[in-house]
């Protein structure tokens, strides 16, 4: 993320003394990406940021991950997998049901009604889109509030904690990277900034309007990490409080971008999904259909073209609206629907012919497409619609 921000008190010059009031220095801290050579950032910390007193293993939620195979498009409804029991007893960080994974992403979803505790992913970055509900997302670079909707970008590494609103359970969509999640290469200049022909701009994005500072000793953080055997979690007990920024400046750190802000590019006749992207990341991209017009040639298909993305598997979330070209199905809000690739895939039965004429989509989906396969993790088993391979047939395996 190439767009400088800097908040609270940091000095004229970088790598040079800070001091508060009563002459202590302040340790400065250079959060880096790509080995110093990309985005960072400088943090002023009150006490030394690397003080641990205690490391020990922490269980990250389940990981393990199925093949699709026999290889079939699925429909997953995820609003199946948190009763209400389970809801009040989650958090946005230990509750996480896995979805989907490769190498590259991992995508998980909970609905969570309790303060997480703190926590830092160390294996990349963190796309979180808010379903429904709000939350607070405290962060050592500042606190940022979320609402239904919003995206919230976490660089890898961040040390950060979701505490829910009182307006009802979060529910939350993860897409954890193994590497960072950025906009678009196309959608920048040549020196980072977001061009006129982006969907969205630098407006849009909204990081922490303040420092957040927090007092205690022996906190907790939960970190996600890498090992030889994949992924694992530490559990370090911190000196003192992590949250002791007194100001900071740079190009990475978290933000927001609510998805009512992309606003979409449409045409005579129907527009690729890249026309819809709105962030890549390495080995994946992640686009989102929001409301809008759709094609005006008099002739036009407005639903999309049976199609075989063959380097690819879309996994779509469908979070509102009514999806045109998913009718019959049983997909509805809180559906996530697969469709690998070596399976050519389009509007259900009907779905075709019924789009002619029609001018307006009413529909919010976020979609994830990866370039390499996705396996199903231990949420998607459970709510997995068995029926949906066979939805466009309209029949399935004889008996
Ligand atoms: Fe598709």
């Not at 801290?29 to 110093?36: I, S, V, Y």
């Not at 050579?37 to 389940?62: C, K």
């Not at 994974?101 to 889109?129: C, H, K, T, W």
Request: charged share 20%; aromatic share 10%; glycine share 10%.
């Amino acid at each position: 993320m190439a767009h400088y921000r800097k908040l609270g008190s940091i000095p004229p010059k970088r790598h040079t003394q800070h001091r508060s009031g009563d002459g202590r220095l302040y340790y400065e801290e250079l959060m880096g990406e790509e080995g110093f050579s990309g985005d960072s950032s400088l943090l002023y910390h009150q006490r030394i940021p690397s003080a641990i007193v205690d490391a020990t293993p922490w269980e990250v939620p389940e990981q393990t991950t199925t093949p699709n195979h026999p290889l079939t498009p699925r429909h997953l409804r995820l609003h199946e997998l948190f009763p209400p029991a389970t809801a009040s007893a989650s958090d946005a960080v230990t509750g996480r049901r896995l979805i989907l994974g490769n190498a590259d992403v991992r995508i998980s979803y909970v609905v969570a009604q309790r303060d997480s505790p703190l926590y830092r992913n160390a294996i990349g970055d963190e796309l979180v889109f808010v379903e429904s509900g709000s939350a607070v997302v405290e962060t050592v670079f500042g606190a940022i509030e979320v609402v239904e909707g919003d995206y919230v970008l976490i660089p890898c590494a961040t040390t950060h904690r979701w505490l829910p609103g009182p307006d009802g359970p979060l529910r939350a969509y993860m897409i954890e990277a193994s590497s960072h999640i950025v906009p678009p290469k196309r959608y920048l200049s040549r020196f980072g900034q977001l061009l006129e022909n982006a969907p969205y701009c630098e407006r849009d994005l909204h990081g922490p309007v303040d420092t957040l500072t927090r007092s205690g000793t022996d906190i907790e953080v939960l970190l996600k990490h890498r090992s030889s055997r994949g992924i694992t979690g530490t559990r370090y007990v911190y000196a003192d409080h992590p949250f002791d920024v007194v100001g900071w400046d740079g190009c990475l750190y978290p933000y927001s971008f609510h998805v009512s802000d992309f606003e979409p590019i449409t045409g005579r006749v129907h527009q690729p999904p890249p026309a819809h992207q709105v962030f890549e990341a390495q080995s994946f991209v992640i686009c989102n259909f929001v409301p809008r017009k759709v094609d005006y040639h008099p002739l036009s298909v407005p639903v999309p073209y049976y199609h075989s993305n063959v380097d690819s598997d879309e996994v779509m979330f469908y979070v509102g609206g009514d999806y045109a070209a998913r009718k019959g199905s049983g997909i509805g809000p809180g559906s996530v629907s697969v469709h690998p690739g070596g399976h050519s895939h389009g509007p259900q039965r009907g779905a075709y012919e019924a789009s002619v004429g029609v001018e307006f989509f009413d529909e919010l989906a976020i979609m994830v497409d990866t370039f390499h396969p996705l396996e199903l993790g231990e949420g998607a088993l459970e709510c997995d619609d068995s029926s949906y391979a066979w939805s466009w047939a309209g029949r399935g395996p004889q008996s």
